[in-house]
Every structure is written in structure tokens, then in C-alpha cells.
């Protein structure tokens, strides 16, 4: 059975701070890796997505990829309060079947205090 | 308006009855994928879909139903079967990347 392992937090930073976010997976053939956001009562929204090792910025967000310690994470430079939500990891199967099928973690709550 | 549509958004159910939940897209996505999501915990995968006419269960597929007789419907039934059925259901399509797009989800409660 795959997993994907995520803080539930919640996890706390003011104003302006970097949040990081942290997700491991048990799927040592993993092929991609995915960032969503989900507010309260929402449906999940894809924010990053990342398949080789290393970083990958957009805007504030930066996901970073280690394969070797089977390991994603996510940071948010500048935090608003508007990122306060849920931050969901999701993980790609090994092959190009199950690449499709993704397994997400159970999420961490991210609270931006102003 | 390209995306998803599901529907309705709330549903109420009584115990032994059977409902369908709609999930329609215009992305031109070949795959297409029904979660499950519970308070406090991650989507779980019910069924998935990739072409037209074929699906395959998920990890949690005991209790549910779907059919796919076009590319843009993939609706899923969920049974009497299925004993705890009221959570929050996401309909999803697919890029060949991998992302998965969502649409804003129905709420099952059962009375």
C-alpha cells in the first residue's frame, strides 16, 4: 500500500514568514509529485507540480524534490493570511499506468496570523 | 466556460437508497477520477477511468458504482452497499502529466 505522509499541524507562522510544508512517501518509483490547496469546505486546487530532483519556483511558492530520501516539500516566501488553508501532497504512481493515480496525504493546515 | 460541473452540491439520502452523483467536463481530459474525502483526512481514491467505456476500481471502490458511455460524463452511483457513505465527493479529470483538476465537489449526508 503507497503512502504518503504529511504533519497535520496545524502549523502557525505571522505575517510575511515562510511556511514550510513537508511530505514523505513510501513509493520509492515515484514519478511526480503534486502541491494542492484546499480551503475550508472547497474542492483542492493545484498550486505546484514537480517530477525532477531539485527546486522549482512560482511566484511565492517553491517545491523541492528529493528522490533519494523520498521526499517533497513546499515553501510559501511572504505569507498572507489568504494561504491560511489546507495543503494537500500528492504522489504519482511508478509507471505510466499508475503515474495517474494519485495518492494524497492526509494534509496540513497552514493558519497565517496577521 | 471550460471545467468541471458536478451536481448537485449538497444531497441528502435515506438509509437503503441509491443516488447518483453527476460529474460532467468540457477539458477534453481522457481520464477521469471519482475521491472520497472525509473530515480531517485525504482524498481517497473510489474509481478512475482513462478511456471511454473502461474503469477500474480504486483503493475504496466496495458500495459505489460508475459508468463512463462518454467522454465528458462520468457519473458514480453510490449504493445501499456502501455503509458510511456521507463525505464529501470529488470529481477529477486528468492530463497525461499526471495533475488532476477538480471540480467543487458533492456533500452526501445521510439521514
Redesign the interface.
Known sequence: QKE?EQN?GPLSVPEGAIASLNCTYSDRGS??F?WYRQYSG?????IM?I?SNGDKEDGRFTAQLNKASQYVSLLIRDSQPSDSATY?C?V?GAYS?S?????????TQLTVLP | DGGITQSPKYLFRKEGQNVTLSCEQNLNHD?MYW?RQDP??????IY?S?IVNDFQK?DIAEGYSVSREKKESFPLTVTSAQKNPTAFY?CAT?R??????????SRLTVL
Open positions: 504518503v497535520s514519478q511526480s503534486f472547497k474542492s483542492p486546487e493545484l507540480s517530477y494537500l500528492a504519482g499506468g503515474a495517474r493515480q494519485l495518492t494524497f496525504g492526509s494534509g | 481520464a475521491y480531517g483526512q485525504g482524498l481517497r481514491l478512475y482513462q480504486g470529488l486528468g497525461n502529466t499526471g495533475e488532476l483538476f477538480f471540480g467543487e465537489g
